[in-house]
């Protein structure tokens, strides 16, 4: 009776589970820090990222049944650590003296990670989180089978470059990394953070020369969209709705934790037409961070306050 019982469950799970598709993005987590491993980050830094794994890893009875439950295996996302000398010696490896030199030189270590994530990304592909990012979704829902590149709007209008997902030598990483080279020349205009901007200036670049009648501005109200060879799927960084609706339960988006916290911890990542579906994917800082001003303790941050007060640019090509 009991193994008949067990059987019931599992194909009970089997009829209301959707089958997940094979995705182009290869199975890898890139992050990036300045010590040489993730185990000398602060604990409830390793714990956030340890979180986000274990959503993104396979469920006891997707083990148990293999491919039924998906077509691809359901193989989990298997995380690959770059500290500052690990993303030297692969810029130094796979990349010319100059961006190297932009590397050694970056006044930021938020700068440093920035060209490490392009340059691993684009030679590689796969998905990138800033530790300090909680997500609430599995990395793999974050894009479907023709996803090429996978990001957000951030509250500022520019990129936010803390949440990817791309092919290996996407054109817009290869555009980003292109603008990242023009940043440090200074032939493209230092206004807003380096890696937010170049990220967009990348995607905008890829719109001009794949697919000119798709106006940026115009497609932020879209979840994927195709642009020549790329399907851009990107995301929306919004303040939380902590309105616990005349005394009921918190939404799900703000949950206890939240409701009170600074303003930088009332940040959520949503679908891009909120006005029709505010589905959460995920918060820019984990829940229990406690300097989320500089990165929850991660190092290279910047101030929210600060990014409000530069100047905006107009996301259209």
Known sequence: MARVAVMVFIVRILSAAPL????????????????????????????????????????????????????????PVKPRWFGDKACREYIATHYDEELLGFFDHAGMGAYRGDICRAAVLYKEGGFY????????????ELVDADTTFMSAYSVNGDIFNG???????????????????RWFRGESEQVGLMGTMTMLRGIEN???MRCPLNLLEFMKTETQ????????????????????????P?????????????????L????????????????????SCKDPQGGCGSGGHVMLQKRRFLRRRSTSP
């Open 20 to 75: 997940v598709s094979s995705i182009k993005i290869p199975r890898h987590l890139i992050l990036t820090g300045k010590p040489d491993s993730l185990a000398k980050m602060g604990a409830d830094v390793r714990a956030n990222v340890d979180n986000n794994l274990l959503l993104s890893a396979p469920s006891y009875f997707s083990k148990v049944v293999g491919s039924l439950l998906s077509d691809d295996g359901g193989e």
């Open 129 to 140: 989180t800033d530790v300090d990012v909680e997500l609430a979704v599995p990395l793999t």
């Open 163 to 181: 949440l990817l997902a791309v092919e290996p030598k996407s054109e817009v990483l290869g555009e980003t990394l292109q603008e990242i080279r």
């Open 206 to 208: 890829v719109v001009r």
């Open 225 to 248: 969209w195709p642009c020549g060879k790329e399907q851009i799927r990107l995301y929306k960084e919004s303040p939380l709705d902590c309105d616990s609706r005349n005394g009921g």
């Open 250 to 266: 918190p939404r799900n988006e703000c949950p206890p934790e939240r409701e009170g916290a600074s303003e930088m911890l009332r």
């Open 268 to 287: 959520g990542l949503f679908y891009p037409n909120m006005h029709m579906d505010r589905t959460l994917i995920g918060w820019p800082r984990y829940h």
